[in-house]
């Protein structure tokens, strides 16, 4: 004979069980030295990954690098794959709070995207792990790969959206506009932001600039 079953979202049902598993799932920190743990572990997380990689990195040199104890490491993370997740979101907002307050400072569109290639160099240049970790995303957890990029070409989108709308540049301004010059800034922060460290950054945004706003057309 069929037993009942609860009703939904009753103690025992598997509604109930399955909030209750995502309560003891978060384990967002609540205290301003549990906050400084926790971004211990992720810098310590970025350096590891940055110098070793995914595979070869691991929790106990994490923790060695944070100076917290192992067990710090479980009251966030349940392993080596989830801190990675943490740190691309970290490293993502970590660069949207560098570049946005700049950008959003610009007197028009064209020097918006000027000062955000400038700024986006420099935050290379300081978090050079930046690359390796978003390029192993791939691989390792590709939803916050494509995550990464989508977010980050969607503020850029808007940028264009709004800045059409003010009539500062073409009207036509869409998504592949923002995904072209997404793709312009990921390589020359690359090549002038990680690989070389002499050049002239302002002379770099400076070029990539005038080529967003005049083009590559032959001038009379």
Do not use: C
């Not at 100076?67 to 349940?78: E, H, M, N, R």
């Not at 998504?175 to 932001?193: D, P, S, T």
Request: net charge negative; glycine share 8%; aromatic share 8%.
């Amino acid at each position: 004979m069929d037993q009942p079953q609860p009703a939904p979202g009753s103690p025992g049902s598997p509604e109930a069980g399955a909030a209750a598993d995502s309560e003891s799932r978060d384990k967002t920190p609540r205290t301003e030295r549990g906050r400084r743990t926790l971004r211990k572990l992720l810098d310590a997380a970025a350096v590891e990954f940055g110098e070793r990689g995914f595979h070869d990195a691991s929790i106990s040199a994490i923790t060695r690098r944070a100076g917290t104890a192992l067990g710090s490491f479980y009251t966030y993370f349940d392993s080596k794959e989830e801190i990675f997740q943490a740190l691309v979101r970290h490293m993502s907002e970590l660069l949207r709070d560098h570049v946005t307050p700049e950008v959003q400072a610009a007197p028009d569109e064209i020097s918006a995207e000027h000062i955000g290639l400038l700024s986006f160099l420099g935050f290379v240049r300081e978090h050079k792990e930046i690359y390796r970790i978003i390029d192993e995303a791939e691989f390792v957890d590709y939803a916050s790969y494509r995550r990464h990029y989508e977010t980050t070409v969607e503020r850029m989108r808007q940028r264009l959206e709004a800045g059409a709308a003010r009539g500062e540049i073409r009207a036509d301004a869409s998504e592949v506009h923002a995904w072209a010059i997404a793709g312009m800034n990921v390589f020359l922060g690359m090549r002038y932001g990680l690989w070389d460290e002499t050049a002239d950054i302002g002379e770099v945004a400076r070029i990539a600039n005038d080529m967003l706003a005049n083009g590559l057309g032959k001038r009379d």
